[in-house]
């Protein structure tokens, strides 16, 4: 496993092209475009204010950069580095802006969720939809481009409408079973569209494409409902993560509930393999210093290195007791991951922000949990194979796969507080951001299979 040179950044701004060809990146205004294989600087971009979101086009030709306060959105080319396209949206503010399917296409939505505006790139036209809602994942575009599903407010009522993306035609409108509709999301074949309500209600809807109800689920009544939601690859299962701390894993055909995984705070099975992250070279016990440490040291980006040991049954894992009198309280499952084989799922219950649980979907039965030493910001499974990336804010990134698990020092000078991750499309790399920097980690060809990964015997 190698290590990049460490480059500047901005506000976790830093994505590969979808051809993974080049690595967008940014540094407040200035766009960056390197070669993935050199990490050599292809293009430099500077746009007119400080850049806070970009996103590539799907053929890799073009990227956006949006810059919300000033209500633009500039458009660079990578063919043709003197073109350029700048979009004012003016008094009508922007406060987000993506891509269609076809790259062509700009939408963005104007501030209090007025419109969504939809400008070419090619003929230079502008549409408008209007009456979308304000919500938490409100467009949604099918895998194959033909179609964008769109949650709408009007009149006090939650509606979808589905349009085609050639001609940007009504396709269909339909009023949704939903008090407040917090999100929607395809599933990967195109077929099914899941609509979820706000966390006060607990009730997921399952759309066909013409706007049938195909089925309604609840849970239970009168508590915190749905927090997550995730379609695994093959749109054969819809995990749903609930405030009371399980998933419910539905079934395409019936729609109906085929189990329910739990996150207890002790794994009791002594089957179940529990990885505890554990410091190499414990640091002396505080009671014993007559002085207190300096706060860099005694923080959690601690560069002290660490290993993996499997403990044995009963395992008692670190839990958090909710602030009951405050709003976002940590309780239930606040993130779900498919691996792209359709074989695991990675959660993580906000309740037990230290652990990762994986779970093996063909025998849905819990597989491996995984214990840090710190709470887990963010996990990503390679694109290519069962193998999950982690990160915890600290100088170390985790690996697991089914031979095992490794925790890795981030090399290099200060103190590389890994706060977010995302890999390549190949899998043979994963971009590590930190505040204000990122690294690549090149993973080598003996790695992919295992070998760099300890089994449960070998306690790394």
Known sequence: MNFSEVFKLSSLLCK?????????????????????????????????????????SADSLFILCAMYKRGLVQVWSLEQPEWHCRIDEGSAGLVASC???????????????????????????VSYIKYPKACQQGVAFTRDGRYLALAERRDCKDHVSVFVCSDWQLLRHF????????????????????????????????????????????????????????????????????????????????????????????????????????????????????????????GPASTTESKYEVASAPVSLQTVKPVADRANPRIGVGALAFSPDNYFLATRSDSVPNAVWIWDIQKLRLFVVLEQLSPVRSFQWDPQQPRLAICTGGSKVYLWSPAGCVSVQVPGEGDFQVLSLCWHFSGDSLALLSKDHFCLCFLETGERVGTAFGRPGDHT
Not at 32 to 52: E, F, P
Request: net charge neutral; glycine share 6%; hydrophobic share 40%.
């Open 16 to 56: 590969f092209s979808p051809d993974g060809k080049y690595l967008a990146s940014c540094v407040q205004y200035r766009l960056v475009i390197r070669d993935v294989n050199t990490l050599q600087i292809l293009q430099l971009y500077t746009c007119l204010d400080q850049i806070q979101h970009i996103e590539w």
């Open 99 to 125: 891509w269609s399917p076809d790259g062509r296409h700009i939408l963005n939505t104007t501030e209090f969720h007025l419109r969504i505006t939809v400008w070419s790139l090619c003929t230079k036209s």
């Open 175 to 298: 009023d949704t079973e939903t008090q407040d509709l917090a999100g929607i999301e395809w599933a990967p074949n195109g077929c099914v569209l899941a609509v979820w309500d706000t966390c006060l209600e607990y009730k997921v809807l399952l759309y066909s494409l013409d706007g049938r109800l195909l089925s309604a689920y609840c849970a239970y009544e009168w508590s915190l409902g749905v927090k997550s939601v995730a379609w695994s690859p093959s749109s054969q299962f819809l995990a749903v993560g609930s405030y009371d701390g399980k998933v419910r894993i539905l079934n395409h055909v019936t729609w109906k509930v085929i189990t329910e995984f739990g996150h207890p705070a002790t794994v009791n099975n002594p089957k179940i393999v529990v990885y505890k992250e554990a410091e190499k070279n414990p640091r002396l016990a505080l009671g014993r210093l007559a002085f207190p440490l300096p706060r860099a040291a005694a």
